[in-house]
DNA sequence: CCTATTGTTCACAAATAGGAAACAGAAATG
DNA sequence: CATTTCTGTTTCCTATTTGTGAACAATAGG
């Protein structure tokens, strides 16, 4: 038996609630989590779940055992952190989360050029959106644009600015009414992106309500709306930069005030930081800055 | 690679200073210890010991990976305690250290007794009398004759009193003059117990300086030499008491101030006791008290 | 009452562990 | 200086263990 996997899948297994699950997120199947589990119970000599069929609970002893097992979880990384924060060439597994939208665009060739410099780190690269607990998720690394203060469980630096643009196709004028002043939005068909803090509120100069027929959680989506001539999306700048150069999208209230974004590489805050994580920020703020 | 047991070889290597010597402590192969060390540098990518052919030294990873190692074993033995406490039926493996006579005399047939009544413990018996460190060596329990004030990183429990006596041979008095007070042992060839701290000096009323042909670390060898007629012992009651009663052996100096002795159960001061440790004990106090 | 989903068990294929011996390097020995 | 005698590493082979997928038993929900 690996006492310390084992070890590990229950303490999973006491977040999760389900072998099953335990089993996905470990890539493994669940027959080896029963097993691996049934084995640790076995050396302790007590059982550490109850389980029914549609039902997980913490014996008493698993409940006494689990915050020690992860307290030991905790010490193992922090040591390994720290031995590895000695070494020369960095290596190892970095998972990183990245947003969709700039994953897609400017930060997956820098992430290849990444590769190349770093060829004995293995990238496990995550695209979403959502607020996610990148320590719960076990992210080593996680790129956020944020306007807003940061969380203080996690270090962050800023790598680079993101303005806002409204923008709409070039022909969409020719069937609409031209935009002055922000109220004049309230006319026309404006999407919403699903994870903007203020819903249905555009945060131009005081806030200017918006309604439209399209809600999507992904910019790109709403993009190949706003190509089509279909409406007006507010979108940061690394999106529209190449279409409004050419001339495909057009930008209305240029001059309006509008918030800027910070994008933030953000990492637990734990007391060693492995190279590997160190090095591909600082990677990136390079290129950032060149 | 079983990488708990990696840690554990990593610490017992660095507190032995040699793989071969770790080999043996740990029942396996040194090959065995060399590969699995190997393997833990490797999936650090740090190497923590610095290896000559004749000299083991830490490396700076290695310096600053053991005590963090030192503290996850604890931790996860703290934990592994816990759990077994919970437990009903004690089992698992006991390592006791007795000291060398009373094993063989009185504790031979008690710990037969005992293992009779708990068949699911798994006793691993050293029979020793030197002062070792029971953490160390890895010990559950021990059980320590002494005198004097106990080392208060244990937790000590009387378990019985024994009181030495001055022996010699029935047939001894034949050929050698009588003993009427403690001066007279000067006198005769009085053997010397290894272990005693006041090496040779016996501690009768003011303490007596004896000399003899005999030096022995094992009181049944000197018993021996006394049955056969050579000299005088002090030996524990228990060893004499059967040899006494029969009339083999003669008591000298009866009525001699004689230090009194008192038998402890020991074992390493902890947060959680394993039950099965508590059994043996109350099993000894009971069978000592009957 | 049936279906869907849970954790456990089983049997077999694949991978791994473990040990003996050969090996290579360095210190003590004469 | 050669030799002996330790050291830790490597190699190779077998026995053990691991991990998997399918069948299984048990339970909650429709």
Redesign the pocket.
């Known amino acids: 038996?690996?006492k310390l996997?084992a070890i590990e899948w229950f303490v999973r297994?006491a977040d999760l609630?389900?072998?099953?699950?335990?089993?996905e997120h470990a890539?493994?199947?669940?027959?080896?989590?029963?097993?691996?589990?049934?084995?640790l119970e076995q050396t302790l000599g007590v059982r550490l779940?109850h389980?029914?069929?549609?039902?997980?609970r913490l014996t008493q002893a698993g409940e006494g055992y689990l915050p020690r097992a992860r307290q030991i979880l905790n010490q193992l990384s922090e040591a390994d952190n720290f031995a590895q924060q000695l070494q020369q060439t960095p290596k190892g597994r970095l998972k990183v989360n990245v947003p969709m939208a700039l994953g897609i665009t400017d930060l997956g060739p820098m992430f290849a050029e990444f590769m190349q410099h770093y060829p004995e780190i293995e990238l496990d690269v995550h695209l979403s959106d959502g607020d996610i607990d990148l320590v719960e998720q076990g992210f080593d690394l996680g790129l956020r644009a944020s306007s807003q203060a940061l969380d203080s469980n996690y270090v962050g630096r800023p790598l680079t600015h993101f303005s806002y643009h409204i923008c709409a196709a070039a022909d969409y004028f020719d069937h609409h009414p031209a935009i002055i002043k922000p109220s004049d939005l309230r006319q026309h068909n404006c999407f919403e992106y699903s994870y903007f803090r203020s819903k249905n509120t555009w945060p131009i100069d005081d806030g200017v309500v918006i309604n439209g027929t399209l809600r999507a959680n992904s910019v790109l989506f709403m993009l190949a709306a706003i190509r089509a001539g279909h409406g007006l999306g507010m979108v940061p700048d690394f999106l529209c930069r190449d279409e409004l150069k050419t001339g495909e999208l057009i930008q209305v209230l240029p001059q309006a005030k509008k918030p800027q974004l910070t994008l933030y590489a953000m990492y637990p805050a734990r007391h060693f930081v492995p190279a590997r994580v160190l090095q591909c920020i600082e990677f990136l703020q390079q290129k950032f800055n060149h």
């Open positions: 038996m690996d996997r297994l609630g389900s072998f099953t699950l335990v089993a890539h493994t199947s669940k027959s080896m989590i029963s097993k691996e589990i049934s084995r779940l389980r029914t069929t549609r039902n997980l």
